[in-house]
């Protein structure tokens, strides 16, 4: 078994892959005519369901240690005017692919989608379902929710509109983290918007978690979850800090000297696993956790775990149509991303045009690549054959330099490579960001000190 200060040696500047490529190759020499192809051809040849994400941006305040893409306001005027933005973009999507197509997911992220009031969430569902109008039965639906702004209304909104899923950022109860990452929730609160969603018969609710927070510890971090699975949630997503706090400023109010090292982060990460597997919950993916009998664990078992921007799911891969400011839509060969400045966006959608800022065609090396990176990622293991029959390729053959990187891996005893798989094992899973990098043919140009994403330990 690999000791705590060889596993602290794995933590590296590395990416999450929730695309690949990462978002820093995504170039705004892919812009909205490139875009618009795009969805024609993906509409034409790539015979996939949808999936819409949404973008909801405002938060009333900063979470210190937020990464999501936030606009803070006390505006009632900021977020009715938006709302009159996303109808627009609706309508000019409407006019470029074919929206008859089935949908298969549907998701409200943010920001904090429900800090829209009742009236307003029930106005984007609308303006949803009229131009995507064929939802299959079983679509999965779900909306993130901020417990500190959500109220019976809005769960009565979302459950007649189908929504089936719904995730509660909960963070951490300790109070000395909760003053040092400027976000207050008690028990109490998660008590009653966990009953608020029962009560409507919500049947799959997920709780965020985060671990490598300011001042948090084992003890601290284990009281915490143990609060958390007292509540009952389906699923848990733990999330490991990503501290970028030269993209996010607000992050610079995290003193990094109270931040835990990489040997309590995997302690932290150890014990819950074990805590949570006695629970009933199983590790699924790479920072996921679900109840034995949850589809998303009896997929992860099959190794037939799908991941996107929403996160994991069991519908295969859909093409996503990313609605909303910074939203990333992905199809088969190319992702796209709407513009971060709101000015921008609206100035795009009064010119007539869709808010493309940037994306990035895939080339067939990409795809061959993304399909290994994903497949690890999702799955923390990968069979040569389903990639060789995908890609017409010897995968060996093909892949000998990266398989020879892998062997510090095998010789640290979390890897193994057979003759007809890579395969991890439960510690491989935790650096399973570290194990997709070998396959990432963008990293290699990025001088390691240069290389901008979070520590992958
Ligand atoms: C958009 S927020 C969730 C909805 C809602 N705004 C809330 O905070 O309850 C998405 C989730 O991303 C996670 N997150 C945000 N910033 C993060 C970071 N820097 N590192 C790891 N996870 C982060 C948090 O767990 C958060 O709940
Ligand atoms: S964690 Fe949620 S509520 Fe806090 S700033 Fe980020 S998006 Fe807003």
């Known amino acids: ?19 690949y490529p990462t978002a820093v190759e995504f170039k705004e020499n892919f ?7 795009a969805l024609k051809r993906n509409d034409k040849t790539a015979n996939l369901p949808l999936s819409i994400y949404v973008h909801l941006p405002f938060c009333k305040s900063a979470c210190y240690f937020c990464a999501c893409n936030v606009i803070y306001t006390n505006s009632e005027d900021k977020k009715e005017r938006y709302l009159g933005y996303l109808k627009k973009e609706l309508s000019l999507i409407s006019k470029k692919m074919d929206t008859s197509r089935e949908v298969v997911q549907l998701h409200f992220g943010g920001g904090t989608p429900t800090y829209f009031s009742a009236k307003q969430l029930e106005y984007i569902i609308n303006a ?12 999965e639906i779900s909306c993130e929710v901020d417990p500190r702004h959500f109220t ?9 509109g189908g929504f089936n899923r719904i995730s509660f950022g909960v963070q951490d109860f300790d109070s000395v983290v909760q003053k040092a990452i400027n976000r207050f929730q008690s028990i109490e609160l998660m008590e009653k918007v966990v009953k608020i969603a029962r009560d409507q018969g919500i049947r799959s609710i997920n709780f965020d978690l985060i671990y490598g927070l300011p001042y ?66 199983e590790m699924i993916g790479m920072d996921h956790f679900a109840k034995s009998d949850d589809e998303l664990t009896l997929a992860s078992q099959n190794a037939e775990l799908r991941r996107n921007f929403q996160g994991y799911t069991t519908r295969g891969f859909s093409q996503t149509i990313g609605i909303g400011l ?11 991303q709407n513009f971060k400045d709101i000015k921008q966006y609206e100035a795009a959608l009064d010119n007539g ?10 080339s067939y090396e990409d795809r061959l690549r993304k399909e290994v990176i994903m497949q690890l990622m999702n799955n923390t293991q990968l069979e040569f054959k389903k990639i060789e029959l995908l890609f017409n390729i010897d995968f060996k053959t093909y892949f000998a330099k990266e398989i020879q990187r892998l ?22 899973g935790m650096l399973i960001r570290n194990i997709a990098m070998v396959f990432d043919a963008y990293l290699d140009k990025i001088p390691e000190d240069q290389r901008r994403f979070s520590k992958t330990v």
């Open 1 to 19: 078994m690999i000791d705590f200060k060889k596993f602290a040696s794995y933590s590296k500047a590395g990416p999450r892959y929730t695309s």
């Open 31 to 37: 812009g909205v005519s490139d875009f618009e192809s």
């Open 128 to 139: 949803i379902y009229q131009t995507f109008p064929n939802f299959a039965k079983n679509a």
């Open 152 to 160: 019976h209304e809005q769960m009565v909104v979302l459950k007649s």
């Open 216 to 281: 948090q510890n084992l003890s601290s971090f284990m009281d915490t979850l143990k609060k958390a699975v007292s509540l009952g949630a389906d699923r848990f997503a733990i999330f490991n800090y990503a501290h970028v706090p030269w993209i996010k400023r607000t992050m610079g109010n995290i003193d990094e000297k109270t931040l835990p090292s990489p040997e309590v982060k995997l302690e932290i990460l150890k014990n819950t696993i074990a805590f949570l597997k006695d629970c009933g919950y």
């Open 326 to 336: 910074t939203s990333i839509g992905e199809g088969l060969d190319y992702y796209a």
């Open 353 to 362: 045009e869709l808010p493309i800022e940037r994306g990035i065609a895939l």
């Open 407 to 428: 062997q510090t891996f095998i010789d640290d005893g979390i890897l193994e490579v057979k003759d007809d798989g890579i395969y991890a094992n439960a510690t491989g």
